[in-house]
Nanobody, 115 residues
């Protein structure tokens, strides 16, 4: 059974940084492309960043490209999202999942960017 546990969120001011972590179990971690998603109440969940199974290839939502960086450690079964130059519009609950979001969602981690 796939389990995804996100952490690292918090309350920050615009321009500050956060690093999110997602530790996974229940599948062969290094075999899967993984993504970070985010959701604001009342809106569709959107994919923010994706990393290939070997960590060599990444892709990003246009609005975060150049500010966020996704990475992974296949020995620790963990995927990360480094978020720099945070904006108020980045405020959301953040989740990790496979690239199509087909696994059961974890509890997510809340990121709040506010002055």
């Amino acid at each position: 059974q796939v389990q995804l546990v996100e952490s690292g969120g918090g309350l920050v001011q615009p321009g500050e940084s956060l690093r999110l972590s997602c530790t996974a179990s229940g599948f062969t971690f290094g075999n899967y492309v993984l993504s970070w998603f985010r959701q604001v109440p009342g809106k569709e969940r959107e994919k923010v960043a994706t990393v290939s199974d070997d960590g060599r290839s990444t892709s990003y939502l246009d609005s975060v490209n150049g500010r966020f960086a996704i990475s992974r450690n296949n020995f620790k079964n963990t995927v990360y999202l480094q978020m720099n130059m945070l904006k108020v519009d980045d405020t959301a609950q953040y989740y990790c999942n496979n690239r199509i979001g087909s696994w059961a969602w974890g509890q997510g981690t809340q990121v709040t960017v506010s002055a």
